[in-house]
C-alpha cells in the first residue's frame, strides 16, 4: 500500500530561521510528488509537483526536491506568512489518486 | 471569481439526516474530486469524476453518493448521517487526473449531532 509520512508534525520557527521540512514515501512506482499548502479553514493550494529524483523546483522561499524515497521542502528565511500546513501527496503509476500524508504545521514567529 | 466553489461551507445536522454537498468549477477542468479532511488532517481521496464518468470510488459507505450533472458540477449526497461522518469535505478539480495539480475548494464542515 502507498503511504506517506511527513516529518515533523509541527514546527516552530523565528522569522529568518532557516528549515526543511521531510516527506519519506513508499509507492510501488513514482508518477508524482506533490506538495501543498493550506491555511486554517482553506482548501489545500499546490505548490509543486516533482517527477522524478533529483528534480528541483523553486518558488519565492521554498524550494522542493526529490530522491528515490524522499522529499524535502526547504524554507529559505521565512516569514509570517508562509506559517501553514505542508502536505505532501504521492501518485503511484497507473494510479489516478493522490495519497496524503499528515501535513507539518508551520509557525514563523515575527 | 471563485475557482472551486462548495456549498455550504458549514453544515451542522442531526444524526439519521439525509445531507447534499454542492461543487461547481469554473476552470474547465474534466477531473473533479471528493476528499474528505479528518480531526487528524488527513486528507482521503473518497470519489473522482471524469467527464461525468467515475473513476475513483474508494472504499466508502454506500450512505456516500456522488452525482455529477455535467463536467463542472460534483455534488455529494450523504444518507442517513453518523456521528463518525463529522469531518471537512474537499471538492478539487483538475485537467486530466494524471499528475496535474489539483485546485481545491475551501471546504465542507459536517458536524453530525
Known amino acids: 500500500e502507498d503511504q506517506v509520512t511527513q516529518s515533523p508534525e509541527a514546527l516552530r520557527l523565528q522569522e529568518g530561521e532557516s528549515s526543511s521540512l521531510n516527506c519519506s514515501y513508499t509507492?510501488?512506482?513514482?508518477?508524482?510528488l506533490f506538495w501543498y499548502r493550506q491555511d486554517p479553514g482553506k482548501g489545500p493550494e499546490f505548490l509543486f509537483t516533482?517527477?522524478?529524483a533529483g528534480e528541483e523546483k523553486e518558488k519565492e522561499r521554498l524550494k522542493a526536491t526529490l530522491t528515490k524515497k524522499e522529499s524535502f521542502l526547504h524554507i529559505t528565511a521565512p516569514k509570517p506568512e508562509d506559517s501553514a500546513t505542508y502536505l505532501c501527496a504521492v501518485q503511484a503509476t497507473g494510479a489516478q489518486k493522490l495519497v496524503f500524508g499528515q501535513g507539518t504545521r508551520l509557525t514563523i514567529n515575527p | 471569481d471563485t475557482a472551486v466553489s462548495q456549498t455550504p461551507k458549514y453544515l451542522v445536522t442531526q444524526m439519521g439526516n439525509d445531507k447534499s454537498i454542492k461543487c461547481e468549477q469554473n476552470l474547465g477542468h474534466d477531473t473533479m474530486y471528493w476528499y474528505k479532511q479528518d480531526s487528524k488532517k488527513f486528507l482521503k481521496i473518497m470519489f473522482s469524476?471524469?467527464?461525468?464518468?467515475?473513476?475513483i470510488n474508494e472504499t466508502v459507505p454506500n450512505r456516500f453518493s456522488p452525482k455529477s450533472p455535467d463536467k463542472a458540477h460534483l455534488n455529494l449526497h450523504i444518507n442517513s448521517l453518523e456521528l463518525g461522518d463529522s469531518a471537512v469535505y474537499f471538492c478539487?478539480?483538475?485537467?486530466?487526473?494524471?499528475?496535474?495539480?489539483?485546485?481545491f475548494g475551501q471546504g465542507t464542515r459536517l458536524t453530525v449531532v
Open positions: 509507492v510501488s512506482g513514482l508518477r508524482g
Open positions: 516533482l517527477y522524478s
Open positions: 469524476y471524469n467527464n461525468k464518468e467515475l473513476i
Open positions: 478539487a478539480s483538475s485537467h486530466g487526473a494524471w499528475g496535474t495539480e489539483a485546485f
